[in-house]
């Protein structure tokens, strides 16, 4: 008979599921999503209801492995635990001694969203060992620092109260793809008679369940929230009184949008004045009205300023009022739990007697192949796939192929980074370690523990990094911790959201929503992250300029890279996780054209077509259909580029320009050619 186990699913997506799995004779044998959950509902999205599949794939990595090959060749031998992190506290130890500590660099994003295996004891390994810091900017770091402008917290509606919204603006948002699980209760909205508008540079699988889609040229979201504005304005739509309660800067704000006409902005967005027009005064007098930003708005140049501008309509037309109005691009604010006893940046004073260097992710090329002082010696890779992630990919695999930089790459998977590595670890999967949730689009904090056994000799990051600063004999008590501890450090909290949840209580619950009142409305009466609680509209800094690389940007580029390139996250994929399968194999190695654009070039539908810039190309093949208006281009992300003809993916042709803010990506601000490759 099988017995059920808890567990929660780590990959980087707002749902953060609870898990149920089936497991008989140590095996699993089912999973699915857990109905006592709030959000989760009792189903899971197609990508991990098949994770069985790559828990028991016979492609895990099982035992630790060194190079035997030449860089990027991915040829390994077996070798014992010790060896390998004997080899690698030596090599870290002579680097450091002969180049100094900050020229050692960890690489990590999302790979899993627990706090002890994302965020926990690695980072107290690399701050007491002195490396450098690493900014992880690589998927929201503009849209934080955009939603922070407008908002002073992050903050945001629950999925829950979707169900109450009369008008939904699916804004860069494709939910059906990226957060399955907000659906249901936007069902339930339309079921009431709610409306449901997407607005994309492409029609995916949410906008064509729309009762309405706009196609928006990439990058020109600014431009049509201003224009909004000035509808909603010039109109007198805007909730007058909550606007003089709280909120600061009004007069200045309507003579910043004056200019900001729906006929101004109908050629920089492509969509028509009057479409423009209608859809600001319906969202401004349809009460409640919500708006679901993603992170693919702020993947531009001016991904930030596009962020802030979107995230000040809800204030300015009252909406934050009411059950079921407002904004959601991401709920992690409200878990203010004790990060820094987790990760103990004070380490680096015991090294450095100051902060070690930071060095931004999304230039992973740059800092691989030009800084200096010191250079980047050793890489240690986890959680991420940079080879195939990181923009500018001909600079970063130019970077990895340095026989002089010592990597070190902790995986499921020998992947494309893998292929890079002096030393290849074997980690466990979510559901064999133990680990704490936030979500970023619920308020649920979530508890796993082991649900199933680790295959071969795969360890947890938590059990690496803590293995590692025994080599390097760190005796700091905290290397000491168990998980249980560190989790107990993270939960010391004076925060009411957090205060009093216990171990105890997520070891019985499973998972405790946050002390939050419910519904929880956190502007309804100001409250915004400003000292005087209200929100600043601070109009003399709104403003949109195309990004350079874009049809309204810098004409040379264009003229010789006529189509603007987006890649958005494939629905049946996460980032690269699933890059082994040979379904998302396929997804991802497709270019979706417009019909005109495609007979422009000779190209039809199935035909192999190569995507080139001045940066590098990618070969793909063409899909021709009406998902992407004319102009536009889009390569669903991301392939992992060992399984690709040229091995290069999409990445190959996206630049490291950074964004407005927050020192993102822009991999949406990327003009391209396409042509067809044989007779």
């Not at 590692?468 to 700091?476: I, N, S």
């Not at 054209?593 to 793909?620: K, M, T, W, Y």
Request: charged residues 25%.
């Amino acid at each position: 008979m099988a017995e059920i186990r808890h567990s929660v699913c780590a990959l980087d997506c707002p749902d953060c599921c609870s898990l149920l799995i089936n497991v008989e004779d140590g095996r699993g044998s089912k999973l699915r999503g857990d109905p006592a959950h709030p959000v989760t509902r009792g189903f899971l999205c197609g990508k991990v209801a098949q994770y069985l599949e790559r828990e028991y794939s016979p492609g895990r990595l099982l035992y630790p492995q060194r190079s035997t090959g030449g860089k990027g060749a991915g040829r390994f031998e077996r070798i014992c635990w010790d060896d390998a992190i004997d080899i690698i506290g030596g090599r870290l130890e002579s680097i450091a001694a002969e180049f100094g500590s900050e020229a050692i660099l960890p690489y990590s994003y999302g790979g899993t969203m627990g706090f002890l295996n994302g965020s926990g004891m690695d980072r107290r390994f690399f701050h007491r060992l002195g490396a450098s810091r690493l900014d992880r900017t690589i998927c929201s770091s503009a849209g934080v620092a955009g939603l922070t402008d407008a908002l002073g917290i992050r903050y945001g509606t629950e999925p829950e109260q979707f169900r109450h919204s009369r008008l939904i603006l699916a804004w860069g948002a494709n939910i059906l793809g990226t957060n399955v699980h907000l659906w249901p209760f936007i069902m339930e909205a339309r079921r009431a008679g709610a409306k449901l508008y997407t607005i994309d540079p492409r029609r995916n699988r949410t906008g064509a369940a729309a009762d309405k889609h706009f196609f928006i040229n990439p990058g020109s979201d600014t431009a049509l929230a201003l224009a909004m504005m000035h509808v909603i304005l010039g109109e007198n739509l805007h909730d007058a009184d909550y606007v003089e309660r709280y909120t600061e800067g009004i007069e200045a704000l309507r003579e910043r949008v004056r200019q900001w006409t729906p006929q101004r902005a109908a050629p920089l967005t492509g969509i028509a004045a009057g479409e423009i027009a209608a859809l600001a005064r319906e969202y401004a007098t349809t009460r409640p009205s919500v708006i679901r930003l993603n992170f693919g708005v702020q993947r531009s140049e001016r991904g930030a300023m596009a962020v802030r501008s979107i995230a000040l309509l809800p204030a300015l037309v009252g909406s934050w009022k009411s059950p079921g109005g407002g904004l959601q691009l991401s709920t992690s604010q409200a878990f203010q739990l004790n990060r820094a006893a987790l990760d103990r940046a004070d380490l680096q004073h015991v090294a450095l007697g100051r902060e070690a260097r930071l060095v931004n992710m999304s230039e992973l090329g740059k800092a691989l192949t030009t800084l200096s002082q010191p250079a980047v010696k050793a890489l240690v890779v986890y959680n991420s796939n940079p080879a195939a992630i990181a923009p500018d990919q001909n600079s970063v695999l130019r970077g990895l192929k340095r026989e002089d930089l010592f990597t070190v790459v902790l995986e499921q998977f020998q992947n494309c980074t893998a292929d890079y590595a002096d030393v290849l670890l074997p980690s466990t999967t979510f559901l064999e370690h133990t680990d704490l949730y936030f979500a970023y689009g619920h308020h649920y904090l979530q508890l796993a523990r082991p649900a199933l056994a680790a295959p071969g000799e795969a360890k947890s990051n938590v059990e690496v990094f803590r293995l590692l600063a025994a080599r390097m004999g760190f005796d700091d008590a905290c290397f000491q911790d168990s998980e249980d501890d560190m989790i107990r450090a993270l939960l010391d909290s004076a925060h009411p959201f957090v205060r009093g949840i216990t171990l105890e209580e997520l070891d019985r619950e499973h998972f405790v929503r946050l002390r939050l009142p419910d519904p929880f409305l956190p502007f309804a009466e100001g409250g915004f992250g400003t000292p005087d609680g209200k929100c600043h509209f601070r109009a003399e800094t709104l403003d949109y300029t195309p990004p350079v690389e874009s049809r309204h940007g810098d004409q040379t580029l264009r003229a010789q890279y006529p189509l603007e390139l987006i890649s958005p996250k494939n629905d049946d994929s996460m980032n690269s996780t699933f890059g082994h399968r040979d379904a998302v194999d396929f997804e991802t190695s497709v270019l979706h054209l417009h019909p005109e654009d495609a007979a422009a070039r000779g190209i039809r539908s199935s035909d192999q077509v190569r995507v080139r810039n001045g940066r590098g190309s990618c070969i793909l093949f063409a899909r021709v259909d009406t998902s992407v208006p004319r102009g536009v281009a889009s390569a669903p992300a991301v392939r992992w580029a060992r399984r690709a003809p040229s091995g290069r993916n999409i990445n190959a042709v996206t630049s490291d320009r950074l964004t407005d803010k927050g020192g993102g990506p822009t991999f949406y601000s990327c003009l391209v050619e396409v042509e067809r490759i044989g007779d």
